[in-house]
């Protein structure tokens, strides 16, 4: 879903940066609502948080005053957070699914080709079709397509790999992955507002704001 | 409801877990956890568990055990690989394999290794499944053992077929011979099926491993180390958005390697079952693999896993009541095994036929009986020790029990292969079976093999799962009922206090 507009955002990405690193002190400068055709500078706004709970709550507030672009950041799955920041997205398990139908068929079909069409072949007497021996190959092929799509898929959609990440430029953020938990209002966020969005999430209680360069 | 506190913004209640390290678990959710759901001992905070955990990774210089057992296990790998020369120059003759034995260590030791995988299949997929939290700090380790035991096992039915370089024969592809596999063969389910499982376990591992591999990537300080892990981990951010995703993916693979795992053993099984074989041919086969695979790999688990909480100073995380429940599914799993046992003499009894009490007849009397009676002290006598809870307490008699599995899963794949095998309808094709040296040079190799990649997997990568710690010492220091389920927790973080919220909002609105 992303990908395309990801990847037109790694293109403007050093370009960005240049003129941002020119351009610091101003950075409250009246850009549009929806971001238009220039890619702002400011990745977003992150505020840091000493614990779940306290990210989570913050990430409640902030969908409660309307923020839409936004994501949070943790050391571990917290449950109850992607709903919290607004996100939902059944697309893995479909995705599976069907890759689990498309391995069966697969796993199926080669078999009768093989079996009935291509080579038939009288072994101790069977019918062609003996669809009872068919089934161990049918069902690993079913789990192996139903595997790779599930983590091809959510590897797919969350943008991965992708070495460089606007968000691995927030101060402290090596500390996402260890103990400590982030919340970033994207710039993207048609309420976005350098100023006031810092100050939103100081008053639900990060203990650190800082602005994040894309 | 928190209208004490009417000007705070900051819900902090009594998750103190997560403030600067290295912060203690509050002594009150420690008090009102029932005992045994605790599987973090000590005091640790997010922190603590990075640091306890990681610096097995990114310490510069490894414990002088590691360096003494690496070189010890590449020692014997080389001997597996001179074996395999000898083998590929002079062909599978220098094995024991004969007349009417085919099948002999190849085919032992590949269900062997097979069955010590699915103990780590089983504590990752099913025990996932189940909520067990207690899996959370031997999956990882497991998982790298299914991963490595499954390299073992494939290496001897490849090697069997005597020209490993047409191996892929086996697969399906349209070739100028105008043949295709049989597909009716339980061994091309093998084909199949292993591959597979290797494949899954893989994915499996890997994805498990990404979030960690981000960890230590923001923890290492050397440039070079950085770059790898920080290759490795794909550019992991730990987004709300991607965990979302990430652990949808987790559960289904999870979902899908449950009945994966008990297909496979259950496939092995069939090359035996579906066989006509005296000794072969039963239905009880596919249960009873499985649950010896399960029985073997636990055994495993702790043949490994105790020398090396101790070595590692993991205490913590890998405590004694993790081996208490291990010792309670050897337990259990040896008994279903023993119900085999015991109904494979009452088959061969009530079925009347001659050809399965002569199986009997030479199980307990024939040249091989031996096999037999140390198959049943193995696997039958030696694991009712668990039943005393001292026993599953006692660090010595958890290794000398699981040792006698680990050798009494051997005996039986000798007991069900060779054995039956030497004696079928004919007694003028009746024949002997021994090893020779290479079979054993073979099977010693493999186990070098097999702790050599554990050992550098213990040395580059996290042996226990980082994050999955972390989210259970979560659910310990947030809530007293960590088996409560995750719906509480809205009531609980919603309940913040409502002025502060409006507060909040307003501020927002005010801004714009």
């Given at each position: 879903m992303a990908g395309g507009s990801a990847h037109a955002g790694d293109g403007?990405i ?55 672009r936004?994501d949070a950041y943790s050391p571990f799955p917290v449950h109850?957070l992607a709903e919290?920041i607004g996100f939902e997205d059944p697309k893995v398990p479909w995705l599976v699914f069907l890759g689990g139908l498309a391995g069966c068929a697969a796993g199926w079909s080669l078999q009768y080709f ?20 068919m089934i161990p190959i049918a069902f690993e092929c079913t789990i192996l397509l139903s595997a790779l799509s599930a983590v091809g898929g959510m590897l797919a959609l969350n943008g991965l790999p992708r070495p460089y990440q606007s968000i691995f ?7 996402a992955s ?6 970033c209002?994207e ?28 | ?113 097979i069955?010590?995988g699915h103990?780590g299949t089983l504590i990752s997929a099913i025990l996932l499944l189940?909520r067990?939290?207690?899996r959370n700090?031997?999956n990882r380790f497991a998982e790298a053992m299914t991963i490595f035991a499954v390299v073992?096992a494939g ?12 191996a892929y024969?086996m697969f399906p592809y349209p ?6 596999p049989?597909f009716?063969?339980?061994?091309m389910w093998d084909v199949f099926a292993v591959s597979t499982y290797a494949l899954v376990s893989i994915i499996f591992w890997f994805v498990g491993l990404i979030p960690d591999l981000a960890t230590l990537r923001d ?8 770059a790898l892990y920080g290759i490795a981990s794909m550019g992991w951010t730990g987004s709300a958005k991607h965990w979302f995703r990430y652990e949808q993916a987790y559960n289904v693979l999870a979902g899908l390697s449950a009945p994966l795992v008990l297909s496979v053993?259950?496939i ?185 990649l554990?050992?550098?997997f213990?040395?580059f990568l996290p042996?226990?799962n980082i994050f999955e710690?972390?989210e ?41």
């Amino acid at each position: 879903m992303a990908g395309g507009s990801a990847h037109a955002g790694d293109g403007g990405i050093h370009g960005a940066r240049g003129a941002h690193a020119h351009g610091h002190g101003h950075s409250g400068h009246g850009h549009g609502p929806h971001g238009g055709e220039v890619l702002d500078p400011v990745f977003g706004i992150v505020g840091e948080f000493s614990d779940a709970d306290a990210l989570m709550h913050a990430a409640r507030l902030a969908r409660e005053a309307g923020y839409k672009r936004m994501d949070a950041y943790s050391p571990f799955p917290v449950h109850g957070l992607a709903e919290a920041i607004g996100f939902e997205d059944p697309k893995v398990p479909w995705l599976v699914f069907l890759g689990g139908l498309a391995g069966c068929a697969a796993g199926w079909s080669l078999q009768y080709f093989t079996a009935v069409l291509d080579y038939p072949w009288n072994v101790g007497g069977k019918p062609l079709l003996s669809w009872p021996q068919m089934i161990p190959i049918a069902f690993e092929c079913t789990i192996l397509l139903s595997a790779l799509s599930a983590v091809g898929g959510m590897l797919a959609l969350n943008g991965l790999p992708r070495p460089y990440q606007s968000i691995f430029n927030a101060k402290n953020f090596e500390r996402a992955s260890q103990d400590r938990f982030f919340l970033c209002i994207e710039s993207a966020d048609p309420k976005f507002d350098p100023e006031a969005t810092a100050e939103f999430l100081r008053r639900a209680g990060a203990e650190d704001v800082s602005e994040v360069e894309r | 409801m928190a209208t004490t506190k009417p000007t705070s913004t900051s819900p902090k209640g009594a998750t103190a877990a997560a403030a600067p390290p290295p912060a203690p678990v509050p002594a009150e959710a420690r008090a009102t956890r029932p005992p045994q759901e605790v599987f973090i001992d000590g005091r640790h905070s997010y922190a603590t568990i990075d640091q306890v955990i990681g610096r097995v990774v990114l310490s510069p210089r490894p414990p002088i055990q590691w360096i003494l057992i690496t070189l010890l296990a590449f020692g014997l790998l080389n001997v597996l690989l001179m074996t395999i020369t000898w083998l590929v120059l002079n062909g599978i003759g220098i094995w024991g394999n004969n007349q009417p034995v085919g099948w002999g260590f190849d085919i032992i030791n590949f269900v062997w290794w097979i069955g010590i995988g699915h103990a780590g299949t089983l504590i990752s997929a099913i025990l996932l499944l189940l909520r067990q939290s207690w899996r959370n700090s031997i999956n990882r380790f497991a998982e790298a053992m299914t991963i490595f035991a499954v390299v073992c096992a494939g290496l001897f039915p490849l090697l069997h077929t005597g020209r490993p370089w047409l191996a892929y024969w086996m697969f399906p592809y349209p070739n100028i011979l105008g043949m295709w596999p049989q597909f009716r063969s339980p061994l091309m389910w093998d084909v199949f099926a292993v591959s597979t499982y290797a494949l899954v376990s893989i994915i499996f591992w890997f994805v498990g491993l990404i979030p960690d591999l981000a960890t230590l990537r923001d923890r290492a300080k050397t440039p070079w180390v950085k770059a790898l892990y920080g290759i490795a981990s794909m550019g992991w951010t730990g987004s709300a958005k991607h965990w979302f995703r990430y652990e949808q993916a987790y559960n289904v693979l999870a979902g899908l390697s449950a009945p994966l795992v008990l297909s496979v053993h259950t496939i092995v099984s069939f090359d035996f079952a579906v066989g006509i074989v005296p000794g072969w041919h039963t239905t009880i086969f596919p249960p009873y693999f499985v649950a010896g695979a399960v029985f073997a790999g636990f055994a495993m688990v702790m043949t490994f896993g105790i020398p090396l909480r101790k070595l590692y100073g993991l205490q913590d995380f890998i405590t004694d009541k993790h081996l208490d429940w291990m010792a309670k599914i050897t337990l259990a799993t040896g008994l279903i095994v023993f119900y085999g046992y015991i109904l494979e003499l009452f088959y061969g009894w009530y079925s009347g036929n001659v050809y399965e009490l002569a199986v009997v007849n030479n199980r307990l009397f024939g040249p091989y009986a031996w096999s037999y009676y140390a198959l049943l002290f193995c696997n039958g006598f030696m694991p009712q020790v668990f039943w005393s809870k001292k026993a599953r307490y006692n660090t010595f008699t958890l290794m000398t029990v699981s040792m006698a599995v680990n050798i009494g899963m051997w005996l039986e794949r000798f007991v069900i292969i060779p054995v039956s095998l030497h004696r079928d309808y004919l007694p003028s094709s009746w024949g002997m079976y021994s090893p020779t040296v290479f079979d054993w040079s073979m099977f010693i190799g493999t186990m070098g093999l097999f702790t050599f990649l554990l050992f550098l997997f213990i040395k580059f990568l996290p042996m226990i799962n980082i994050f999955e710690m972390k989210e259970l010492l979560y659910r310990y220091t947030h809530k007293p009922h960590p088996k409560s389920g995750d719906e509480d927790f809205h009531g609980e973080a919603t309940s913040g206090d409502p002025a502060a919220t409006a507060g909040v909002a307003a501020a927002a609105k005010g801004a714009h």
